[in-house]
C-alpha cells in the first residue's frame, strides 16, 4: 500500500520559515516526479514545486521562487519543502504528491497518490 505522510507544518509569523518533510513508503516513484501543491481556504489547488527523484531537476511557481526549496533524499524515499520568507498568502494546507504520468509538472491530475495534508498558517 503506497503511503505519503507530510510533516512539519505550523504557525509562522510572516517573514519565518518552515520545513517540510513527505515520507513515501509502498514502493518507489524514481521514473517521475514528486510535487508539493497547496490550496487555501476558497481557493483552488495549486502547484507550488516539483523534482525529478531520477536526476533532481527541480521545478517551481513564479509566487515561491527564490523562497522554497524542494529537495530529496533517495536514500530516505523523503522529499522536503524548505519555505522561507513566508507570507500570509502563503497560508495553506500543503500536500505531497506522487505522479504517475509524463505530464508537466504543475498538472495535478498527473500525480496519482496524495498525502494528507499539512497545515501552514503564516501571521501578520
Known amino acids: 500500500q503506497v503511503q505519503l505522510v507530510e510533516s512539519g507544518g505550523g504557525l509562522v509569523l510572516d517573514g519565518g520559515s518552515l520545513r517540510l518533510s513527505c515520507a513515501v513508503s509502498?514502493?518507489?516513484?524514481?521514473?517521475?516526479?514528486m510535487g508539493w501543491f497547496r490550496q487555501a481556504p476558497g481557493k483552488e489547488r495549486e502547484a507550488v514545486a516539483a523534482?525529478?527523484?531520477?536526476?533532481?531537476?527541480?521545478y517551481y511557481a513564479g509566487s515561491v521562487k527564490g523562497r522554497f526549496t524542494i529537495s530529496r533524499d533517495n536514500a530516505k524515499n523523503t522529499v522536503y519543502l524548505q519555505m522561507n520568507s513566508l507570507k500570509p498568502e502563503d497560508t495553506a494546507v500543503y500536500y505531497c504528491?506522487?505522479?504517475?504520468?509524463?505530464?508537466?509538472?504543475?498538472?495535478?491530475?498527473?500525480?496519482?497518490?496524495w498525502g494528507q495534508g499539512t497545515q501552514v498558517t503564516v501571521s501578520s
Open positions: 504528491a506522487a505522479q504517475i504520468r509524463a505530464v508537466v509538472w504543475y498538472y495535478a491530475d498527473g500525480y496519482g497518490y
Open positions: 523534482i525529478s527523484w531520477s536526476d533532481g531537476s527541480t
Open positions: 509502498g514502493r518507489t516513484f524514481s521514473r517521475y516526479r
